[in-house]
């Protein structure tokens, strides 16, 4: 199976700042690489698919980019409503689709 | 809209059974998945399993032993049943759907509001 490490696993910052999030696969997943986006006490919510196209109604101050096995999930902007859980998850080889751990998005 | 429903408390050893109902798009649309995610308290996300084409299906290989995914075409939902369960299934049960995207692999787009299942005696 495909093992994702995000890092870091929490990471704080100040509104308005830019933040990236890491995922590094195991082995490569091509372009088969969401991220979620999980709010406090709220269902995983899709950001990001295909490592950089923004799911429907995503600001655009998310965007994804990487290939192979390294991947970013960035926030140009950090907003206070973007306090939440991310999550990536590669769907390129199953059993099983594997997610990373998480990481942990707090505002300064 | 996915919203689950079903078993919240269970024994140890018994089953847990949880139903996800489907509205706005139909079971046997094509090019569609039907998955369960499940998350431990204070843990990440464990993918559960999906099925497709109504009767073709993959799962977790640690779960693979006591799960089973199945389609309920003529109520538009679909099921989820663990065998055998311990205080480790406790969790909160996604469902979501997967869309075939332009790589030909599914990903998870829409996702239920997620239930409770607790296993205590």
């Known amino acids: 199976e495909i093992v994702m490490t995000q890092s870091p696993a929490t990471l704080s910052a100040s509104p308005g700042e830019k933040v990236t999030l890491a995922c590094r696969a195991s082995?490569?997943?091509?372009?088969?690489l969401a991220w979620y986006q999980q709010k406090p006490g709220q269902a995983p919510r899709l950001l990001i698919y295909?490592?950089?196209t923004r799911a429907t109604g995503i600001p655009a101050r998310f965007s994804g980019s990487g290939s192979g096995t390294a991947f970013t999930l960035t926030i140009s902007s950090l907003q206070s409503e973007d306090v939440a859980v991310y999550y990536c998850?590669?769907?390129?080889?199953?059993?099983?689709?594997?997610f990373g751990q998480g990481t942990k998005v707090e505002i300064k | 809209q996915l919203q689950e429903s079903g078993s919240q408390l269970v024994k140890p050893s018994q089953s847990l059974s949880l139903t996800c109902a489907v509205s706005?798009?139909?079971?046997?649309?094509?090019?569609?998945?039907w998955s369960w995610i499940r998350q431990a308290p204070g843990k990440g996300l464990e993918w559960i399993g999906y099925?497709?084409?109504?009767?073709?299906?993959y799962y977790n290989p640690s779960l693979m032993s006591r799960v089973t995914i199945s389609v309920d075409r003529s109520k538009n939902q679909f099921s989820l049943k663990l065998s055998s369960v311990t205080a480790a299934d406790t969790a909160v049960y996604y469902c979501?759907?997967?869309?075939?995207?332009?790589?030909?692999?599914?990903?998870?787009?829409?996702w239920g509001k997620g239930t409770t299942v607790i296993v205590s005696s």
């Open positions: 979501a759907r997967g869309v075939m995207g332009p790589t030909y692999y599914y990903y998870m787009d829409v």
């Open positions: 706005g798009f139909s079971v046997t649309s094509g090019g569609y998945c």
């Open positions: 099925i497709y084409d109504s009767d073709s299906s």
């Open positions: 082995q490569s997943v091509s372009t088969n």
């Open positions: 295909g490592v950089s």
């Open positions: 998850q590669q769907y390129d080889n199953w059993p099983p689709w594997m």
